[in-house]
């Protein structure tokens, strides 16, 4: 006989508020999807456990070759170089490597890992305002491409430059008024100020330093495609300038990265379709400045400066997903719903400023109710969504957090949970782990016990009171 | 594990609550005393008309589990959890 019965929905009331969808975003009756890449969520969480980092092989080359294409279509001189420190997944460096990314790379443990990953000296792009001696040495031998950041390393780079009798070709990063950004200008040499050109002159005067390349990184999510106008415009301003008056040759413009992602910052409520620009808007900015400014000396004969761009999460945000599952249901004081899921921030470090997509894997039914999403930690900042309109969701639903390409895998840690897998799925839907789950013995790896704390025979007795 | 008892007088909505509230079939609630309206998905609308017919728990019960495919420990801290939530959304201002 077959159970006639309907199937058990958890039952859900929700009061009618005005304004409510505009301001917590909701997950829509018939947004659902049950798999990722191709390849089944079940079968993912099945095999690899929960939560699962899936990256897709596909959809990153996809996204750099979209860069690529959207750049080098308006600049005939165009070079991408992965940043590690947005993702440096050896998976995900190796596959942009194939693609012919170089490597962005801003301290020394980044600078081991792109040689490891078989990237030649001189196709590193060293940026960061902590470079070691010991770093520097080998970057310098190994020819890698330098970009200072401030008077100190200059100093330090020509030291070593003079030890071992070499010319080291240097490039600067610069800071300056966009006019759209908040001027990052911790970082590298201000231009209004005149400080880069001061640094310039610095260098034309050294016997054992060159000036080769111009830098600057703006900032990250810049949704003003405006400012990457600004941008080129200024460097490539300051370019002729320089050239122009310490007789340098710059055959490098290094623009950074700073692209937004389609991700949904907090506080923005229209969305990322909306208000993300397209590559191609970001590159007509970058380009048409470049060629302008740069009219003359292709004019004269000289070739055009390649550019150099350092995007990181908009190749890398949306190639990324998280699978969590749900692990209790409960009702605040106030009414709203909450959900604890088996993600925390320590994996998600993006939910500090994303509102992060949450998909269903299955078709929820009933009415969406505001709802606050938790992670496992014992902490209360471990918020995954502030709110969301979400129907009911039984434990041990699976939801899909994304995008989470970016930040992600480098900013997280170990925090009361252990970290999950990585996957990585390629080719016709097959699925390779790329970062194993963490065990007790990862953690306690580095770990020392002095031999008066090591644990004994006499440990889970109860203490001798007496003593 | 035993099955859990509620206790039916502060658990349900009263009787004067419940004859006033107008249920339509697509599951909109209004309560004409607050002038509040709710969406209740196809679960909650079955639960309220169930007790707008019968303000009784046991009832309700056996009325659902007759017509869901569900266990009762589910069915338990479901309806704990939902007339909960209702009892507080119909007693705001
Ligand atoms: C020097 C430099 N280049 C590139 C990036 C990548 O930035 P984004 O991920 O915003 O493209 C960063 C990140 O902050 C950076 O500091």
Not at chain 1, 261 to 273: D, K, V
Request: proline share 5%.
């Amino acid at each position: 006989m077959t159970d006639a019965r309907k199937p058990w929905v958890k039952p859900s009331i929700v009061m009618h508020r005005s304004g409510m969808v505009n301001k917590f975003g909701s997950v829509q009756r018939s947004q659902w999807q049950d798999q990722l890449a191709g390849v089944s969520v079940a079968a993912l969480v099945e095999e690899h456990g929960s939560p699962l980092f899936v990256i897709s092989e596909q959809k990153l080359r996809d996204n750099a070759r979209h860069l690529l294409h959207a750049f080098a279509t308006r600049y005939p001189s165009v070079r991408y170089a992965w940043s590690y420190k947005t993702n440096y997944l050896g998976a995900v460096c190796r596959a942009l490597h194939q693609e012919g990314a170089w490597a962005e790379v801003v301290s020394g443990f980044e600078y081991e890992k792109a040689r490891s990953l078989g990237v030649p000296g001189n196709e590193i792009v060293f940026n960061g305002p902590h470079k070691t001696r010991s770093s520097l040495e080998r970057a310098i031998a190994e020819g890698a491409r330098i970009q200072v950041d401030h008077l100190d390393e200059l100093y330090l780079i020509e030291s070593i430059a003079r030890e071992t009798g070499r010319r080291v070709p240097i490039g600067i990063r610069l800071n300056y008024e966009t006019g759209y950004t908040e001027n990052w200008s911790r970082f590298g040499f201000n231009v209004e100020s005149g400080q880069a050109m001061d640094a310039a002159w610095r260098i034309a005067n050294s016997d054992s330093l060159e000036l080769k390349w111009l830098h600057s990184h703006i900032g990250t999510f810049v949704l003003d495609h405006r400012a990457y106008g600004a941008a080129a415009r200024i460097v490539a301003g300051f370019m002729n300038d320089v050239e122009q008056k310490t007789g340098c040759e710059i055959d490098a413009i290094d623009i950074g990265g700073g692209f937004a992602s389609h991700n949904a910052l907090q506080g923005i409520y229209l969305p990322p379709e909306q208000v993300v620009p397209s590559l191609d808007q970001y590159a007509e900015e970058v380009c048409t400045p470049l060629l302008e400014a740069t009219y003359e000396r292709v004019a004269r004969g000289r070739p055009l400066p390649t550019l150099i761009l350092e995007t990181g999460r908009a190749v890398v945000d949306d190639a990324e997903s998280l699978i969590t599952t749900v692990v209790a249901n409960k009702k605040m004081p106030d009414g709203r719903r909450c959900v604890i899921v088996d993600a925390g921030v320590n994996v998600l470090f993006t939910a500090f400023w994303y509102n992060h997509q949450i998909t269903p894997t299955r078709d929820l039914t009933g009415a969406p109710e505001e709802t606050v999403i938790y992670g496992p930690l014992c902490m209360n900042i471990d918020v995954i969504r502030k709110s969301i309109l979400l129907p009911p969701v039984r434990t041990g639903d699976t939801l899909i957090v994304s995008p989470v390409g970016a930040y992600n895998n480098t900013q997280w840690l170990q925090f009361i949970e252990y970290r999950p897998r990585v996957v990585l799925v390629h080719g016709e839907a097959e699925v390779s782990v790329v970062r194993e789950r963490e065990t007790l013995a990862t953690v306690t790896e580095l770990e020392q016990l002095p031999p008066h704390l090591a644990p004994t025979d006499h440990d889970g007795q109860s203490p001798d009171p007496s003593r | 594990m035993s099955e859990l008892q509620f206790s039916e007088e502060s658990l349900l909505p009263d009787a004067a609550t419940l004859e006033r509230l107008a249920l339509s079939s697509s599951g909109f609630l209004f309560d004409p005393v607050s002038g509040h309206s709710f969406t209740l998905n196809e679960t909650g609308r079955d639960i309220l008309k169930i007790l707008q017919e019968t303000r009784d728990l046991k009832a309700l019960k056996q009325q659902l589990s007759d017509e869901y495919d569900l266990d009762s420990s589910t069915l338990d801290r479901d309806l704990l959890e939902f007339l909960g939530s209702v009892r507080d959304q119909l007693r705001r201002p």
